[in-house]
Each structure stands twice: as structure tokens, then as C-alpha cells.
């Protein structure tokens, strides 16, 4: 082998120091002074060196992060100090006998000073350094024993292969938490969803099962971090007197220590950092799952000593736990206001999350099918701040061989219209918008807003009053309200009750097109219901349309003909079209769009023009039966040529496109 040039070898060592500098700035202090690709840049060139040189190669150098090898099976590491574990304290009560207990075992009464540090939800890692230098690293196993996962610590670039600074201690254990983080968890789901992999239940799952993982090349693709919150076995130098110097210290060998832990005297000051924690929990950056309460004095933890692998000198304050498991008794389904159907599960009821929970949302069919959920399966459910409650996972081992698979209704639970599934689409819906009780709120205000049927007066809050007071059960009983009824409503005067008669009877007076908008028909919007009211003239040709016809209107596509077939299927909605119409709800004809006289010629508009906007001869075109498209093609039967007009004219001349300027335009529209 080729032995390194002095030059070379300083340079390197140049190199790896520098790449060292800038992942401790990146990845612990989260301060980064180069971009990635300088960094990147700086990483090559060490690498180049390395394959030059091989004896350049040291274990410590950044390049060596990933082993080559995945391994058969994690070796065994006897922790020489025990890893403890903490005892748990769920209330205030809890916290202060605590306290007491401290007190206590120390004789005195003088407020006790701890360390509060969030208890971050991971796994509990031990990383010695020798002189300096990584040596090994193991999982907290039963706390005597764990798992030498040494190769999968060194792929995360938080954790430093030597310790930062001149002079090192010949042995230091540093221990401390490795998380995933929210969106890092998120992130890794949806990837591993699009490969078709398996989902990870939450983010303390995927850190265990990302470090419990023999091949480190797939550990070194897991965004894995670390918060350091203690140390090991230390020799060569003096321990420091206080906890919170040792957190210093950790932090000044170039770990990792939460930036929230703070020191607190007396017991009072730690409930109000869990009550400061507990608030701005959702918006840290990861997750945790409780407050960490220890006695700062190293002399004082030592008197205290331990009682059954945990330490009498901490607690963890715990939150009320965010998951928990229990079973799914039945799922029953709801209808929501736009008609949308939602699974909901029945369950045995649990704490969770600060309340008793005895329902969870279960989304929709797909996501039931997708997490494999049957009716007496034990789940784990979520609750987290003001969330809705929602099934994480199913725990399958714990399957019953009386679990039933669940099935979506064919009628809607609340009034029995069709329930209607697109293919594309996860959500079912109600097809009985105009009849269904679950919807008809929305749909009345739906129906008389501005740009519908354009009722002044019977706005959101009079409708719900009306149907809260069951004077109006479906939109055709607004035509039936009299004046004694509507005067016996609060606030609602006589003379405000004559005005809303007097609009009811002006509506009645309306427009196909805004009748078909005011029917509330899935996606059939203003542009679509005008569409709707020109191709097929009158109502009675478009409630026994098909979805070929229907698809032949201008802008129907395939799902929006199935939404307005699905609708007119419905004989409640029939029902209370033909009330309205009965009420005397009136439009004129439209002439049927066939007829019009330009129906099926394509015209663009290019240039500017003297007597109208771009938009008005848009307009006039279109009323006219014609399409205005964008851009000339050979489908281009006509092109209106206005002032400065550049390409199009051009490109119409090339084809041998009708051009019309603005005085032939003018007359083409006139006759
Ligand atoms: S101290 C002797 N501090 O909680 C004290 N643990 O339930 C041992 N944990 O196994 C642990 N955050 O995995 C400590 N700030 C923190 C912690 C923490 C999370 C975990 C750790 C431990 C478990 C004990």
C-alpha cells in the first residue's frame, strides 16, 4: 500500500476536521455556515484521498459512518453500570410525596434544587468513548445487558465519533434518548407507504426498530437524533458535583442536550415547568411523553440511592398518555353535513389523552381497509390535545376468531337514499342531499344564498333556527312558512317576517341554471349548472339523462355525470323538486343548446378590440353556442383578429383559418 505524503496526510487530517466542524454545527447546534454542496464538495474530496491513500482511513473519520456489512446478530454488552429505569408519577399529588419522600430521607426542609428535562420518547441508547474515541455502543436491553448496535450509532451524524476538544477522559459513557422527530416520523411513513413497505405505528417505534436493525445502511437512512440526558462509567477525570454540570459537560464534548431542561428549586417551580412543557408540547419538534424531575447535588443522589432498578432521586412526571390500547365493540356510520359517510368506531371505553374515549374516527373504507381493521379487534387509539380520537393500529396477535370484517351500508343510516362510492374517491356519500335530515341545514342555506336562488333574509342563523324549531324540515317547506310562523320566532319581527315572504315569493321567479346550482348536486357548481341548463333546455330532459349524454355537455366528465345520474335516482329528491315546483318555482325555457347557431364551432379571440373586452365577446360567443379555446390549432374554426395581434394571426394565416377583424366580427354576431 502506498504510503501517504506528509502534505497529504495533514491535509486529510485538515479535511476531517473540517467536515467534523460542520456536521457538529449542522446536526447539535443546528447553525450550519456552508451550504450542503460546499459540504459535499469538502466530503469527495476526503473521500478521493482516502481511495488514494487507504492507510489515510482512520475509524473515526466521517467517510466511515456506514459498515459495508449487515450483521447476523448484535452481540451482547454488559453495561457496568446498570441503566435504570424511573419511577413514574402521574399527578401533582405523586410529584409532592415525592418531594416529601426527598425531604425526608435527607432531613431537611430547605427547598430541594432539581433538574427538569423533557422525557423524550425513543430509545435508550449507552455510547462509550475511550480516549476520546467511539468505541461501542449498546441499547438499554433489561438495563444489565443490551444489544451492541455500535455500527448503527455511527450513521448518525449527530452523534460524534470523538469527542470535541484537546484533552479526554481515558473512559466516558454517555447515555441519553435516540428519536425520531415528527415530521422526520411523517416523512419515513410516506415513503415507506409509496414503496409499499411497512408502516411505522409511531415515531418511538420506528427509532427502536431503526436502531434494532441489523443492516446499518438501511439505519443510516432513518432520520434518527439523539438528546443526551446522563452519563455511564467516567474515568480520568472528576466528575462534576451537580447533574446540571454533567449536562454541560456532555453538551462540551459535542453531544446533543435538550435546550429545555432547566434548573428548578423547590417542587412548586417543577409543576410549573410541566405545566409550561405541557402547553408548548405540540409545538416542539418531536415528541414527549413526560417531564424528568432529578435532584441536581450528586452528593444528595447518592444518599438517596436506589429502590428496585430506579433511582429514588427522580421522577417522571408523566403526561396523560396519548395512546393506549382497548377493543373496537362495533362501528356504526355518520353522516356528515355535506353528506360524506364516516366510520366510526364503537369503543370499549379508555383513557386517553387527558378523557375517556368511547368512539374513534376511522376516516373512511380505504383507510379501514388499509390498516385491516375488524369489529372486535384490539387497537391502539390516539388522542392527542383537542385532536379527534383516531385508531392508530390494530393489534393482530390479539385478533379474536370472532372478528367481523366491516362493511360499508348500501342506504344512508339517516334516510335511506342510495349511498353512492366512486372509484377514485375514499369518501361515500349520502346521495339524498336535498332530503337527508344529517344534511339539510347546509343545504337550505345552500339553496337560498346569493348566486342560488338568491333568498335575502334567510341567512345561516334563520335557518338553523327554522329547522332546530322544525318549522322547516326540507328546502320546499321554506315556500310553505306563513306569517304567523315566522313571527313567532325570536327576534324576528313582524315586519322582518313580511320581508322574508315577500323574497320567498321573488326567488320563485329564477333561472334554470340557478335552480340546477341551487339543487346542491355534487360538483355541479355555477359554470356546470349553466352548462347544464343550455344543453338540456328544460328539467325533465336532464332528470332522465344518462351519463353518455350528460358527458357529452361541455366540462362533464365521467364522475360528475355520475354524481347528477345518482341524484335524480333518488325518488326523495324528486320529491322535493316536484314540491318546489309546486310551491311555484318558475323559470323560462332555455332554447336547447343544439339550436343555437353557433353550437360546435371553435373560435379564439386574439389582439385587442375596440368595442369590447376580451371577456363580453367571450360572453357573446358563448351565449351564442360557440366554444372560445386559447390557442389556434387546426380545430380553430374561426380567429377574431383585433388590434396588435402576433402569433395567432400568424398561425391561423398559416392554416388557412376564417379571420374576422372587428368590423366583420360585428356584423357575424349581428346577423
Ligand atoms: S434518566 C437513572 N432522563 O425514560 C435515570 N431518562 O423510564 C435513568 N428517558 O430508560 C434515565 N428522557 O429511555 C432519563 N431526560 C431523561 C429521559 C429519560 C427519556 C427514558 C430513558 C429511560 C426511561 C425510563
Not at 480520568?236 to 432547566?262: C, M, R, T, Y
Not at 335557518?463 to 304567523?484: A, G, I, M, P, R
Not at 313571527?487 to 340557478?514: G, V, W
Request: net charge neutral; with cysteine.
Amino acid at each position: 500500500m502506498t504510503v501517504a505524503p506528509p502534505k497529504i496526510v495533514s491535509e486529510a487530517e485538515k479535511l476531517r476536521h473540517e467536515i467534523d466542524e460542520h456536521n457538529y454545527r449542522y446536526h447539535v447546534l443546528d447553525d450550519p455556515i456552508i451550504s450542503d454542496s460546499e459540504y459535499d464538495v469538502l466530503f469527495q474530496k476526503l473521500k478521493k484521498l482516502e481511495a488514494e491513500y487507504p492507510t489515510l482511513i482512520t475509524p473515526d473519520s466521517p467517510t466511515q459512518r456506514v459498515g459495508s456489512k449487515p450483521l447476523k446478530e448484535f452481540k451482547e454488552v454488559k453495561h457496568e453500570i446498570p441503566m435504570l429505569s424511573l419511577e413514574n408519577g402521574f399527578s401533582e399529588e405523586e410529584v409532592v410525596a415525592f418531594d416529601e419522600r426527598v425531604h425526608q430521607r435527607l432531613h431537611t426542609t430547605d427547598p430541594i434544587e432539581y433538574v427538569c428535562e423533557p422525557k423524550l420518547d425513543g430509545l435508550a441508547i449507552s455510547i462509550v468513548y475511550e480516549k476520546g474515541k467511539l468505541a461501542f455502543a449498546a441499547t438499554r436491553g433489561d438495563g444489565e445487558v443490551g444489544e451492541d448496535v455500535t455500527e448503527n450509532i455511527r450513521t448518525i451524524l449527530m452523534i460524534p465519533l470523538h469527542l470535541r476538544g484537546k484533552e479526554f477522559p481515558k473512559v466516558f459513557e454517555v447515555r441519553g434518548e435516540v428519536y425520531i422527530s415528527k415530521s422526520g416520523f411523517e416523512k419515513l411513513n410516506r415513503e415507506a407507504e409509496k414503496k409499499g413497505e411497512k408502516i411505522f405505528v409511531n415515531p418511538r417505534n420506528a427509532a427502536a426498530g431503526s436502531i434494532r436493525q441489523l443492516d446499518p445502511r438501511i439505519t443510516a437512512t432513518r432520520p434518527l437524533s439523539l438528546f443526551c440526558y446522563g452519563v455511564g462509567v467516567i474515568e480520568g477525570i472528576k466528575i462534576p458535583d451537580k447533574h446540571s454540570e454533567i449536562l454541560a459537560l456532555i453538551k462540551q464534548f459535542g453531544f446533543p442536550v435538550n435546550p429545555e431542561i432547566k434548573v428548578s428549586t423547590g417542587i412548586k417551580a417543577c409543576l410549573k415547568y410541566y405545566e409550561h412543557m405541557a402547553e408548548k408540547r405540540k409545538k416542539l419538534t418531536y415528541e414527549i411523553d413526560g417531564i424528568v424531575y432529578k435532584v441536581n447535588d450528586i452528593d444528595l443522589q447518592k444518599k438517596l440511592g436506589f429502590v428496585s432498578r430506579a433511582p429514588r432521586w427522580a421522577l417522571a412526571h408523566k403526561f396523560p398518555a396519548e395512546e393506549v390500547s382497548t377493543v373496537i365493540e362495533d362501528v356504526e356510520f355518520q353522516v356528515g353535513r355535506t353528506g360524506a359517510i364516516t366510520p366510526v368506531a364503537r369503543l370499549k371505553p379508555v383513557f386517553v389523552g387527558g378523557a375517556t374515549v368511547s368512539n374513534a374516527t376511522l376516516h373512511n373504507m380505504d383507510e379501514i381497509q388499509r390498516k385491516d381493521i375488524h369489529i372486535g379487534d384490539t387497537v391502539l387509539v390516539r388522542r392527542a390535545g383537542d385532536v379527534i380520537p383516531e385508531v392508530v393500529a390494530v393489534i393482530k396477535s390479539k385478533r379474536p376468531r370472532s372478528a367481523k370484517k366491516i362493511h360499508l351500508p348500501k342506504v344512508c343510516p339517516v334516510c335511506h337514499s342510495h349511498i353512492e362510492t366512486i372509484e377514485g374517491e375514499a369518501v361515500a356519500r349520502c346521495t339524498g342531499g336535498l332530503f337527508c335530515r344529517a344534511q339539510r341545514k347546509e343545504a337550505i342555506k345552500h339553496f337560498a344564498s346569493r348566486r342560488m336562488m338568491n333568498i335575502e333574509g334567510l341567512g345561516d342563523k334563520l335557518v338553523d333556527q327554522l329547522v332546530d324549531t322544525k318549522l322547516v324540515d326540507h328546502v320546499s317547506d321554506v315556500y310553505k312558512l306563513t306569517l304567523d310562523q315566522l313571527s313567532s320566532l325570536e327576534r324576528m319581527a313582524e315586519k322582518s317576517a313580511q320581508n322574508l315572504l315577500d323574497e320567498l315569493e321573488k326567488s320563485k321567479k329564477t333561472t334554470l341554471a340557478r335552480f340546477l346550482h341551487a339543487l346542491g348536486i355534487r360538483d355541479v357548481g355555477e359554470a356546470t349548472a349553466k352548462e347544464l341548463a343550455r344543453h338540456f333546455g328544460d328539467l325533465p330532459d336532464l332528470m332522465s339523462a344518462n351519463e353518455e349524454e350528460l358527458q357529452s355537455v361541455p366540462d362533464i366528465g365521467p364522475i360528475v355525470a355520475k354524481h347528477i345520474v345518482a341524484f335524480f335516482a333518488e325518488k326523495h329528491n324528486r320529491d322535493i323538486i316536484q314540491q318546489l315546483i309546486k310551491s311555484g318555482i318558475h323559470w323560462e325555457k332555455v332554447a336547447r343548446a343544439k339550436q343555437l347557431p353557433l353550437q360546435g364551432k371553435t373560435f379564439v379571440l386574439t389582439g385587442t378590440l375596440k368595442s369590447f373586452s376580451r371577456e363580453e365577446a367571450k360572453e357573446k360567443l358563448e351565449n351564442l353556442g360557440a366554444k372560445v379555446s386559447g390557442s389556434v390549432s387546426a380545430k380553430t374554426h374561426y380567429v377574431v383578429v383585433g388590434e396588435d395581434a402576433g402569433s395567432k394571426l400568424k398561425k391561423a394565416q398559416e392554416l388557412g383559418i376564417k379571420i374576422l377583424d372587428e368590423e366583420e366580427f360585428k356584423k357575424f354576431l349581428h346577423h
